[in-house]
């Protein structure tokens, strides 16, 4: 995803994925970020998602993933979400730098998350049963944001439709 640059500073959030072969219980992850050049904010969101399609877990359509960075508003609206398979885990993050307590958007379910502290990182998911097409998607919509990066992006379901498993946030 896009690293915004405000101020001289970068917001860091990407997206990576592994798979376990067993049901995660009190998992440890560790992950080391390079240094962007000036004051990077890094911010670290896992999740466990159960169902999901092992071989590809992404939905293949082209609108994804999508992202949006802006600076001092509170609208994270990124347009165009279209997924090519159903039922799909769509989930929509949003990193940026202010203290906020989220709260997620209707029809989302928000995921444990650190908030009210600097730079807390916050994820919300829905179990989309159609296709989306031509979607506009708003992650923690009117949540104001002096710099942002919002994130959009959609697991695809494997044998049975994917259900959240659980998060920790560090």
Do not use: R
């Not at 959030?13 to 376990?20: D, I, K, N, Q």
């Not at 444990?112 to 919300?124: C, F, I, Q, R, W």
């Amino acid at each position: 995803y896009a690293t915004p640059n405000y101020s001289g500073c970068f917001i860091i959030h990407e997206v990576w994925w592994a798979l376990a072969t067993s049901p995660l219980t009190a998992q440890a992850i560790t992950a080391a970020f390079s240094n962007m050049g000036g004051t990077a904010y890094e911010a670290i969101t896992v999740f466990a998602v159960n169902g999901a399609n092992l071989t590809t877990p992404f939905d293949p359509n082209v609108s994804l993933p999508a992202s949006k960075q802006a600076n001092s508003t509170p609208d994270h609206s990124i347009t165009g979400i279209s997924t090519t398979h159903a039922p799909t885990f769509v989930f929509a993050m949003l990193a940026n730098d202010d203290s906020e307590t989220y709260t997620a958007d209707a029809g989302y379910t928000l995921l444990p998350s650190l908030t009210g502290s600097y730079l807390a990182p916050a994820a919300e998911y829905k179990v989309q049963s159609g296709v989306l097409s031509g979607a506009t998607i708003n992650p923690f919509n009117g949540q104001a944001s002096t710099a942002y990066i919002a994130q959009v992006d959609a697991l695809q379901a494997g044998a049975k439709p994917p259900v959240s498993y659980g998060q920790v946030v560090c």
